[in-house]
Structures are given as C-alpha cells and as structure tokens.
C-alpha cells in the first residue's frame, strides 16, 4: 500500500507537476531547501513510479491529429477489460472510469480521419461490453492549467518555477530531428540533454536549444503525473458544462486559472466545455461547485461525473489501476 507524501516530498511533486523539467537547484532556491534535499527526495519518487515525466504534442501545430474525448458506456462487469484495452492504446492519453462503475472517459489523439474512422465506424461496434459511446472533439485546451500543482505552491513560488512570458510564444519551424526529441521526452520527460542527443543522433546543445524552442513554442507540453491519492487529494471529477457561445472563451479561461482544475477544454457536442477537476474531499469539490462554476454567468446547465479510478494519464498507464 502506498502512502501519503509527507509535507515536503508533496511539495517537491507539486514543483514537478507544474515545471516538469525544473533543475534541481531552481526547485531547491524556489521551496527554500537545498539542492541536495531535493535530489534526495525527488530521485526515488521518479526512481519507483510515483512521479512520472512526460510530454504530449499540441494538436494546433499537428494538424493531422484528431484530439477526441469519449464517453463509453460499458457493462460493469467488463469496464476494467474496457478500460485496460484503451489504456493500451499508444495514442489514448487518458482513461478514466466515472460515476457509477458503468462509464468510461478516455482522450485520444488519432492519427488522421482514418484511425478515428476505424476506432468508431468498427472497433468500438465490434466489441460486445461497449454499449454505448458519444464522441467529443476538442477544440481548444485551455493552457493556464499546465503549472497546475494541487494547490500545494503558493502563486510566489509558481513565478518562480514558470519560464519567462513577457514574450508571446513563437512556433519553430519543425526538423527531421525534433521527432525523435518528442518521442524521447515522451518516454522521459526529465531525460538530459545527452541522452536526448544520443537519441535524436545530435549534439547536446542542439538538443537543449530544440527542447527549448519546442516547449517555449508550445508545439509540445511537458507533464508530470502522480497518484493525486498521495498528496492528500480525495476527490476529483469531470464536469460536463454547457455555456452559451458568446462566454465560452471567458468561462474557459477563468475555470483554467483555478487551483482545484487540472484541465480545461473547449469541446463539440451538447456540453461544449470539459473541466477535470482535483480537490482535497468532498467538502471542498461542494464549494468548488457552488461557490466557483455556480457563480459564473454564461453557464446554463451542468453534469459532474465523479472518477472512481484514472487508469491513464497524460499518456502514461497508472501502476495498480485496474
């Protein structure tokens, strides 16, 4: 059984969550411990599991992915094969089971109008447990959520974490080489610059300058998970929210800056707004609700779907979900 972080290990995975690449000493200068505190802590937290880095593409500078969310209804006794077969999918970054053990969410990032053809035209009709589904594009995530750090940092040590935003991003052109960075940094996010270099058959600064136009860019986002269970996190959920047109940016936006939403973003379907939720218990997700979304103008309606288990996140299977 795993337990929970004590204070200052959870304070240095909140440092992580929201600067995956953060060096050591900045993590230390910023949470006022030393450098080899940090190293002491961090090392085995990355070393069995419990901090994992990563990195996922931004789909506005991958025109051919297709980022989808579904809503997969399941028989109960099935969801757990359900849910692990699309946790297997390379390009699912995301299974979640819902509410009352009979529902699936799950993002993926399809390659092209062909895979997303396949998976819903005849895989998803060909598997008996799936009884129903219902498709959602993503239209715009909402990016204040990225240095998202459970509430654990105050806004003070976030500055100190956050690379400098005085300067709109601006998209690099693409290299042969930056393909074998991406898919090295998304089976280690913390990888060094001389083991990037090896990978992508270049040299170290190269790697460094790439990495940096490439994440400065945001042609990728860079990502740390954790089991929230273990930095005291009871309760998250899913709210499905519809907004009128005209308000949809501006509820986005506000919803994104909060300390208790870990993901934000613009969707089609009935619900055009997807919120994925993470607070302390069951207390603080009611004033979340009530005292946050409730008192937002342009909401008409609302669906919350509490997570049971995430078996998937940001691309990365969880260990003992299913």
């Avoid at 789909?59 to 359900?82: G, K, M, T």
């Avoid at 270049?202 to 986002?221: D, K, N, S």
């Amino acid at each position: 059984m795993r337990h929970r972080l004590t204070e200052t290990d959870s304070r240095i995975a909140a440092a992580m969550l929201a600067a995956p690449r953060a060096s050591w000493r900045t993590v230390g200068r910023v949470l006022g411990v030393s450098e080899r505190t940090v190293v002491r802590r961090a090392a085995p937290l990355f070393h069995d599991g419990t901090l994992r880095a990563t990195a996922v593409r931004n789909p506005v500078h991958f025109p051919d992915l297709i980022p989808l969310a579904l809503r997969i209804r399941c028989r109960p006794n099935r969801i757990s094969a359900v849910a692990a077969t699309l946790a297997r999918r390379p390009d699912a970054l995301w299974v979640d089971v819902l509410g009352g053990g009979d529902e699936i969410c799950t993002i993926l990032f399809l390659d092209g109008p062909d895979a997303r053809n396949t998976l819903l035209l005849r895989d998803l009709p060909a598997t008996p447990a799936v009884r129903s589904w219902t498709s959602h594009v993503l239209l715009r995530v909402f990016p204040a959520a990225f240095d998202w750090s459970g509430g654990l940092l105050s806004e003070a040590e976030l500055s100190g974490l956050r690379p400098d935003l005085s300067e709109a991003p601006t998209r690099p052109a693409l290299l042969p080489l930056d393909d074998q960075l991406i898919t090295a940094l998304t089976e280690d996010g913390r990888a060094s610059y001389t083991d990037l270099a090896r990978r992508a058959d270049t040299t170290a600064l190269t790697a460094r300058r790439r990495v940096e136009a490439l994440v400065g860019g945001q042609v990728i986002r860079l990502a740390t998970e954790v089991d929230l269970a273990r930095l005291g996190i009871r309760a998250e959920a899913l709210l499905w929210i519809a907004v009128a047109p005209g308000g949809l940016e501006e509820t986005g936006r506000q919803l994104s800056r909060h300390p208790q939403v870990r993901f934000t973003s613009a969707t089609t379907g009935p619900a055009n707004l997807l919120v994925a939720v993470a607070a302390a218990d069951l207390d603080a997700l009611y004033h979340l609700l009530n005292d946050t979304v409730g008192a937002l103008p342009h909401i008409s309606t609302l669906e919350i779907a509490p997570t049971l288990t995430g078996v998937k996140r940001t691309g990365l299977v969880r260990p003992g979900s299913l």
